[in-house]
């Protein structure tokens, strides 16, 4: 596709269960960045990838969430054992460098935990 | 702590006329600056961006304006349409920040009334 595909574009999930998103950048894109967006608040960073490394995990919220990249294309974010606090609506993002280079968002995946 | 800071959650401008959106940092090591638009249910699009080492930036309707002493950045669009009705971010990076790491303002909401 064209643009930065994330599944799935809706999640409801009881409280105490896993879940995963996925993203699937850009092709060609090297960079690949997750961040989530809570009501009301803005866009909230939460790990980078260059290739299949993550050189910034300081955004990770607690130890329950993890992400990882495999042939240097799609992301896996995995939360494990939710809380209702971990409802947002978790963004990817895609870029063709590690510089200034404009990020390419995704649609989101809207998680709910009840 | 907020670095990236939008004061103004709502904005309500007539069709013709400008809208004005600001954007405030505190992190003097930020040196590249960006706006990012965003649609509900879509996620956000860039804009428009602006280096340091400038004042101002224009692309068309929108002009971006960087006042580095008072860390303070706007977004003009003139003249404003009902299509410009929209969620704005405004966006930081740090060049010693490797990846392009972007910090988000909590945005505002513009509403463009024919």
């Known amino acids: 596709g064209a643009g930065v595909s994330q599944s799935p574009s809706n999640k409801v999930t009881e409280k105490g269960k896993d879940v995963e998103l996925r993203c699937d950048p850009i092709?060609?894109?090297?960079?690949l960045y997750w961040y989530r967006q809570s009501l009301g608040q803005g866009l909230e960073f939460l790990i980078y990838?260059?290739?299949?490394?993550?050189?910034?995990k300081s955004g990770l919220p607690s130890d329950r969430f993890s992400a990882e990249r495999t042939g240097g294309s799609v992301s896996t974010l995995t939360i494990q054992r939710t809380q209702q606090e971990d409802s947002a609506v978790y963004l990817c993002?895609?870029?063709?460098?590690?510089?200034?280079?404009?990020?390419?968002f995704g649609n989101g995946t809207r998680l709910t935990v009840t | 702590d907020q670095q990236v800071k939008q004061n103004s959650p709502s904005l309500s401008v007539q069709e013709g006329r400008i809208s004005i959106l600001n954007c405030d940092y505190t992190?003097?090591?930020?040196?590249?600056f960006l706006w990012y638009k965003k649609y509900p249910a879509e996620g956000p699009t860039f804009l428009i961006s602006?280096?340091?080492?400038?004042d101002k930036n224009e692309d068309g309707r929108f002009t971006v304006f960087l006042n580095k002493s008072a860390k303070h950045l706007s977004l003009h669009i003139v003249p404003s349409q009902p299509g410009d009705s929209a969620v704005y971010f405004c966006?930081?990076?740090?060049?010693?920040?490797?990846?392009?790491?972007?910090?988000f303002g909590q945005g505002t909401e513009l509403s463009v009334k024919p």
């Open positions: 993002a895609s870029s063709l460098r590690q510089d200034n280079s404009p990020l390419h």
């Open positions: 092709s060609g894109h090297t960079a």
């Open positions: 990838f260059q290739g299949n490394s993550a050189p910034d």
């Open positions: 992190n003097s090591m930020f040196d590249y």
């Open positions: 602006i280096s340091s080492i400038k």
């Open positions: 966006a930081a990076s740090a060049a010693y920040n490797q990846g392009g790491k972007l910090i």
